[in-house]
């Protein structure tokens, strides 16, 4: 029976063959550890007892500097160059001539293949090509774990180690379980092509039908049935159509490869180059070369370019460069743990799905799709934003021991679902929840929110491929109203504009969208939008209790214009012989700070108000709630936002007129705390949030709490944000946050 062959001694035969093949006396194999250097694997030619010993940091020497830059290096006569560095374990400094390619995988370099001559010697554009083939095969060798066990100083090789990586958090909760590629990778199992004219005929037909399918994307983005935005496809098209990439690719065949390793080796090639880029245009474009050659490999592969929902495994934690909310909801919720993504997309809509299906996600992790392989063991935060890509045991234990807690803190507030939601001195403060999708609903009843307190329509718009005619909004508002099983839905109307677009409507080039034609102002002026979106509402809301709020009010006259659009409507409904609805409260939200000059009268001319904290902080700071840079500058707990809301709930309280709040501030216990201290009754939040507040609510004395905060409010000497002291009140009145 033959021996089994280790590794060890599969790689010290392949170093014989390259340099036999190469016509050199040296063939080194350096691979990258977990901990930094580049340990040498394997070699012919050079001293053998320096296997597993001579170590390079990257940019240290011609090897280290190949890792670095991530490119070949051939030289004629290499101890002249600048980097080279001399290690006396080798015996190397009888060679002249250097050749060294990257060994790469994903664009991350996983090791260095260099072969050496004693004479001086150019190397051939071919031969490069030729070593560069050799090192993908290495790369394989290396990504399969085959070299783990021959691991020379104890530190793991790196394409396997942990990864800690942070993102932005999108949808809260906590994740534990393995990766899922949203659209995986081909795996190349075959690199040497057998007839290169049959691999070439391969990859013209691949290239065509690839073609063909982005054609069709954008046909289908051209008739407004797709989400995809038309000038990402343009510039899909532009590379699909890319010479200089179709030249490599060809050229890449004719040196010997299959034709999927020609895309391979062509995508890792550029991936190395652009990765380094900081341009962010330039690394967009990185993305979309991905998305082709990724496209072009399924192709080849003749596989679909998406997992079926039905093949998730359990405990699935789903890795994409970014994602459609409809592709989300294709995969079965029942298996999902989580989201992690390199970039949410425009106005994250994945998101919101994410967080109405209640999935832990976080964005904005870069190039995660290339760090992870399928099945790998991750583990996602929500909360903090963190990612731990193959985890340590020990951390994997402490992520473990949070989600227990977690989880046990879940069960404390589902205790409290049913206890009445009031202080400990007896106010009673009604929690109600944000809705926006049909999915959101079981949530009502969950939670015991009393009712909801704010659906957000346009969310529906917003994943449907085209605008919902009136029927189709009709049947989305009654079975949310059945879904509600008899508690009061607060559905706002259209709150498109800003940094909510429909897929489908003329993108609008306005140089602040966010002070643009918008919600309710675009409602006016196209009344015809909003009365069909009223009228469906009424007739859903046959015989049933109906509440519609307003987003945007600017104005009093504004909202009276929308009131008479309204009742137009209602008499509509009524002359056509159909059931109106039993009661109808027409609302206004206050969310621009215009409105907290006319309060008094708008607190008279609606039925409720409901106080959008988001949008007027925003306008009151004058600062971008989605701009990064200046969204975390201003606090909702500075005095001047807090006595902003203060002049709403009193005037409220004056005109009789019910407040609400309805911005994510009141799902934050502290800030909920404030808010109830200010006077406000009702607040409506995440579901997520209503057992944390709830906790919040019924440890809390609101009169105590209202007197502190009216003294620090009128403080002349006091500066800046409160949060400080208000957290100071909550420790010293035992409220739990
Ligand atoms: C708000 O602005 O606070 C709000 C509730 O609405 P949205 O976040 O949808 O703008
Ligand atoms: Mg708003």
Same mark, same amino acid.
């Given at each position: 029976?033959?021996e089994?062959v280790t ?10 063959l390259?340099a036999?093949?190469?016509?050199a006396e ?11 250097p ?11 007892e ?12 011609l ?10 290096l051939?030289? $004629? ?12 374990e ?12 990257? %060994?790469? =995988? ?14 001086r010697?150019?190397?051939?554009e ?5 070593l ?22 104890g ?5 396997? /180690?942990?990864?800690?990586l942070?993102g ?18 081909v ?21 065509e ?7 069709a994307?954008?046909?289908r983005?051209d ?6 935005h038309r ?9 699909a159509h ?6 490599r ?12 390793a ?6 890792n ?10 341009d962010?245009y ?29 093949e998730l495994p ?16 294709d ?15 425009a ?5 919101? %799905?994410?967080r ?8 904005d ?11 790998d ?22 992520? $473990? ?17 049913d206890?009445p ?5 007896g106010?009673t403060? +009604?929690?109600?929840?944000n809705?926006?999708? #049909? ?21 529906q718009?917003?994943?449907? &491929?085209?605008?919902?005619?009136i ?13 509600a ?14 940094d ?5 409507m003329?993108?609008l ?10 919600a309710?102002?675009?409602? #006016?002026?196209r ?10 509402m009424? /007739? ?8 519609v709020?307003?987003?945007?009010? $600017?104005t009093?006259?504004?909202?009276l214009?929308? =009131?008479a ?17 039993r ?6 939200m206050v969310?621009?700070? $215009? ?5 008094e ?12 904290? &988001?949008?007027?902080?925003?306008y009151?700071f004058?600062?971008? /709630? ?13 005095p001047s936002?807090? =006595?902003?809301?203060?002049?709403i ?6 005109? /009789? ?9 009141g +799902?934050?216990?502290l ?24 906790a919040m ?18 403080d002349p000497?006091r500066?800046g944000?409160l ?10 009145l035992? %409220?739990?946050?």
């Amino acid at each position: 029976m033959a021996e089994p062959v280790t590794a060890q001694a599969r790689l010290d035969r392949i170093v014989v063959l390259i340099a036999s093949n190469m016509v050199a006396e040296v063939c080194s194999l350096y691979v990258a550890r977990a901990d930094g250097p580049l340990e040498l694997y394997a070699t012919e030619g050079l001293n053998r007892e320096a296997v597993h010993l001579t170590t390079m940091m990257p940019g240290e020497g011609l090897v280290g500097l190949i890792a670095a830059t991530a490119e070949p290096l051939a030289l $004629s006569d290499a101890q002249n160059h600048p980097a080279f560095s001399y290690k006396p374990e080798t015996g190397e400094e009888i060679y002249q001539s250097f050749l060294g390619v990257p %060994v790469l =995988r994903g664009g991350a370099t996983l090791g260095v293949l260099v072969v050496q001559n004693r004479a001086r010697r150019t190397y051939s554009e071919e031969e490069i090509e030729a070593l560069q083939t050799t090192a993908m095969l290495l790369a394989e060798m290396i990504v399969s774990g085959e070299l783990q066990s021959i691991t020379g100083q104890g530190a793991p090789i790196a394409v396997r /180690r942990p990864e800690s990586l942070i993102g932005q958090p999108i949808a809260e909760g906590l994740g534990l379980g393995h990766v899922v590629l949203h659209q995986p990778r081909v795996a190349v199992a075959k690199i040497v092509a057998d007839d290169i004219s049959m691999e070439l005929d391969r990859l013209e037909k691949a290239i065509e039908a690839m073609r063909a399918s982005v054609d069709a994307l954008i046909d289908r983005s051209d008739d407004g049935r797709s989400g995809e935005h038309r000038e990402v496809l343009e510039a899909f098209r532009m590379i699909a159509h890319d010479r200089g990439w179709l030249r490599r690719l060809r050229e890449a065949v004719a040196s010997g490869l299959t034709a999927e390793a020609a895309v391979e080796r062509v995508q890792n090639d550029a991936r190395a180059r652009l990765q380094r880029q900081t341009d962010p245009y330039l690394r967009d474009r990185l993305h979309d070369l991905t998305d082709i050659a990724n496209r072009l490999l399924h192709q080849l592969a003749g596989q679909s370019l998406v997992l079926l929902p039905s093949e998730l495994p359990e405990n699935a934690i789903l890795v994409a460069r970014s994602m459609s909310p409809a592709a989300l909801l294709d995969y079965d919720r029942a298996r999902l743990r989580g989201v992690v993504l390199e970039e949410a997309g425009a106005s994250s809509h994945v998101a919101i %799905v994410a967080r109405a299906l209640a999935i832990p996600a976080v964005s904005d992790v870069p190039n995660i799709t290339e760090i992870v392989e399928q099945g790998d063991a991750i583990i996602v935060d929500g909360v903090t934003g963190e990612v731990q890509v193959r985890p340590q045991p020990d951390i994997e234990a402490a992520y $473990s021991e949070k989600a227990r807690l977690r989880a046990r803190r879940q069960d404390q507030y589902r205790a409290l679902r049913d206890a009445p939601s009031a202080t400990a001195d007896g106010v009673t403060i +009604g929690l109600h929840m944000n809705a926006g999708l #049909l999915i959101d609903m079981p949530h009502l009843d969950e939670t015991g929110a009393e009712s909801i307190g704010l659906f957000r329509t346009e969310l529906q718009f917003m994943l449907a &491929n085209s605008f919902p005619r009136i029927d189709a909004q009709e049947s989305i508002y009654r079975a949310v109203l059945d879904a509600a099983g008899g508690h009061v839905v607060t559905f706002r109307t259209l709150d498109i504009g800003g940094d909510k677009m429909l897929p489908y409507m003329k993108r609008l080039d306005e140089a602040n969208p966010a002070l643009g034609w918008r919600a309710i102002r675009m409602g #006016l002026d196209r009344p015809g939008l909003l009365r069909t979106q009223l009228r469906a509402m009424l /007739r859903a809301a046959a015989g049933r209790e109906l509440k519609v709020m307003i987003p945007m009010v $600017s104005t009093v006259a504004e909202f009276l214009a929308a =009131r008479a659009l309204f009742d137009k409507e209602i008499a509509f409904v009524k002359r056509c012989g159909r059931e109106p609805p039993r009661d109808i409260k027409l609302g206004a939200m206050v969310e621009v700070p $215009s409105l907290l000059w006319e309060i008094e009268e708008i607190a008279e001319a609606a039925d409720f108000l409901s106080v959008g904290s &988001n949008d007027l902080m925003q306008y009151v700071f004058a600062a971008d /709630r989605v701009n990064k840079r200046v969204a975390g500058r201003f606090d909702e707990l500075s005095p001047s936002f807090l =006595r902003a809301l203060k002049s709403i709930a009193d005037a409220g309280a004056r005109h /009789r007129t019910p407040v609400t709040l309805c911005g994510e501030m009141g +799902g934050r216990p502290l800030s909920a705390m404030a808010l109830i201290a200010l006077g406000f009754r009702n607040l409506s939040m995440a579901a997520t949030a209503i057992g944390p507040v709830k906790a919040m609510v019924v440890s809390l004395d609101a009169g105590a709490a209202a007197l502190e905060l009216q003294a620090l409010l009128t403080d002349p000497d006091r500066h800046g944000s409160l949060r400080a002291p208000l957290q100071a009140l909550a420790e010293r009145l035992a %409220v739990r946050l």
